[in-house]
């Protein structure tokens, strides 16, 4: 079926669940799910099993279908789509959504998290559950976080040891201009490019580096382009699963608040799946060749200062960075 005749077929199940059962009891819904990772990765997992779960709690009448592997775009032309309800759910990093919604700049400031254990804190109680709230002023609806690890940078030059190291490599960040201003900041030269376009540009030599968390690193094969990873671990910024808000609003108060269940109940589930997965990827690159370093951390985390001159400006915001940093 095509991807068209799927969207069509959610609207007259509803449309016709409605007419006929008073009620709109959604039928035989499949929602479509839009991903860039592959089939195996743990966000297209995580959302499957949101879907399993739904299933089940549904009757059967609600599904999921994950598109993995960029089916429906790369990720910030999926936003849009989504925002205009042709796209039902979406699972997407943090980072693409900067620049339209700025409280979504906050968890994917450098070094805003001390641990996975604090961001994880952060991002399951109350300023992970606002910050959910904030996708409903732009059509969508945000329903869970889940992990993305730690973001290191990765290149085909040389080791990074200190900030010093970054002068002048030409380093591919995601559609956000605070990832410009993160790599600015440290003296190289941002590239933003969709996550899609990375392998090539890496291979042509367009660019000389990128940075992501060990399963991308590994899934996308960049380690074979890129050898150096050097652990700067500067960015925490977790994933999002979103719905379309056109979509969520055609479901009854009980299949909407099922939706919500089984999407925050998916996070516990991606998490076991993430760890597991991080040390996979991480022994995969190393026996792929890949040179890894640690990094003294402090001198990158001075350097950072003018990207929170620049991205924490509203008293809002200052808040919640300091509510972040207030969470044990
Ligand atoms: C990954 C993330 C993707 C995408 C990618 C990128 O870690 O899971 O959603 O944002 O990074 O760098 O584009």
């Given at each position: 079926m095509t991807a068209r005749r799927i969207f069509f077929s959610l609207t007259a199940a509803l449309a016709l669940s409605a007419a006929t059962a008073g009620a709109a009891l959604a039928q035989n819904v499949t929602l479509r799910s839009a991903d860039i990772h592959p089939t195996d990765y743990p966000t297209v997992e995580a959302v499957r099993h949101m879907g399993k779960l739904l299933e089940e709690r549904s009757q059967g009448r609600i599904k999921i279908n994950v598109f993995h592997s960029a089916q429906l775009g790369q990720e910030k032309d999926?936003?849009?789509?989504?925002?205009?309800?042709?796209?039902?759910?979406?699972?997407?990093?943090?980072?693409?959504?900067?620049?339209?919604?700025?409280?979504?700049?906050?968890?994917?400031?450098?070094?805003?998290?001390?641990?996975?254990?604090?961001?994880?804190?952060?991002?399951?109680?109350?300023?992970?559950?606002?910050?959910?709230?904030?996708?409903?002023?732009?059509?969508?609806?945000?329903?869970?976080?889940?992990?993305?690890?730690?973001?290191?940078?990765?290149?085909?030059?040389?080791?990074?040891?200190?900030?010093?190291d970054m002068k002048g490599l030409k380093i591919r960040v995601q559609q956000s201009d605070m990832f410009v201003a993160l790599v600015s900041a440290l003296g190289a030269n941002a590239t933003p490019m969709p996550f899609g376009e990375v392998y090539s540009a890496l291979q042509t030599g367009v660019i000389d580096g990128a940075e992501n968390n060990w399963p991308s690193y590994e899934s996308t094969r960049h380690f074979e382009v890129s050898k150096y990873y050097s652990q700067t671990e500067h960015s925490l910024s977790p994933e999002a699963l979103v719905m379309s808000k056109k979509s969520f609003a055609r479901f009854n108060a009980a299949d909407q608040a099922l939706i919500k269940a089984a999407a925050k109940e998916s996070v516990a589930k991606m998490r076991e799946l993430w760890d597991a997965r991080e040390k996979e990827s991480e022994a995969k690159v190393k026996a792929g060749g890949a040179q890894i370093n640690a990094v003294e951390k402090q001198p990158f985390v001075d350097a950072m200062k003018p990207v929170y001159d620049k991205f924490v400006t509203d008293p809002k915001l200052k808040e919640m960075v300091a509510a972040i940093q207030a969470v044990n």
């Open positions: 999926t936003i849009d789509q989504t925002r205009f309800g042709v796209i039902d759910m979406n699972r997407i990093n943090m980072a693409p959504f900067n620049n339209l919604i700025p409280a979504t700049n906050i968890p994917s400031l450098p070094f805003i998290f001390r641990s996975v254990e604090h961001m994880r804190k952060v991002m399951d109680g109350p300023i992970g559950d606002n910050l959910l709230k904030e996708f409903e002023k732009h059509d969508l609806v945000g329903l869970a976080f889940y992990d993305s690890g730690s973001r290191s940078f990765y290149n085909s030059k040389r080791a990074i040891k200190s900030p010093a």
